[in-house]
C-alpha cells in the first residue's frame, strides 16, 4: 500500500502565530501564582514530618518530598505554559484562579501553624 502526502505551501506572513505578549498585570499574577506555589510547596514539605495529611488529591495524604516537588514543577509549567497560549482574557482568568486556589492553600497551611517561610 503506498500514501502519496500531497505538499503544503510554506505558511505567509500572516498566517504565522504571532506571540502574545505579557503585559504588567499578567506578569504580576504570575508572579503571585508562581511564589504562592513555591511556598506551598514548602509548606507541605514542612508538615510531612509532623504527620498532617495533605489535601490535595492529586498528591495523596503522604507525599514524598520528590512527589511534591514533581507536581510543583508540573503544576507551574502546566498554568504557565496554557496562559502563554491563551489570549488576554482567558490568560488572566487562568491566571487569577490558579493564583487564588494557591494562595487559599498557603492560608489554609498558616492556619494550621506553618509559617511562611523563605
Known amino acids: 500500500m503506498c500514501i502519496l502526502l500531497a505538499s503544503t505551501p510554506p505558511l505567509t506572513a500572516q498566517q504565522v502565530p504571532q506571540w ?3 503585559d504588567a498585570p499578567e506578569l504580576a499574577l504570575a508572579g503571585t501564582f508562581a511564589t504562592a506555589l513555591w511556598i506551598d510547596a514548602a509548606q507541605t514539605r514542612a508538615f510531612r514530618a509532623t504527620g ?5 488529591p492529586l498528591l495523596g495524604p503522604h507525599p514524598s518530598d520528590a512527589q511534591v516537588n514533581r ?21 488572566r482568568l487562568l491566571l487569577v484562579s490558579a493564583a487564588t486556589v494557591e494562595v487559599i492553600a498557603v492560608t489554609h497551611n498558616t492556619s494550621l501553624g506553618f509559617p511562611v517561610q523563605f
Not at 498532617?52 to 490535595?56: H, K, L, W
Not at 507536581?71 to 490568560?91: D, E, G, I, K, N
Request: a positive charge; glycine letters at 4%; hydrophobic letters at 50%.
Open 20 to 22: 502574545r505578549s505579557w
Open 52 to 56: 498532617v495529611g495533605e489535601t490535595n
Open 71 to 91: 507536581y510543583t514543577v508540573a503544576a507551574w509549567l502546566m498554568v504557565l505554559s496554557a496562559s502563554a497560549a491563551l489570549p488576554h482574557r482567558w490568560r
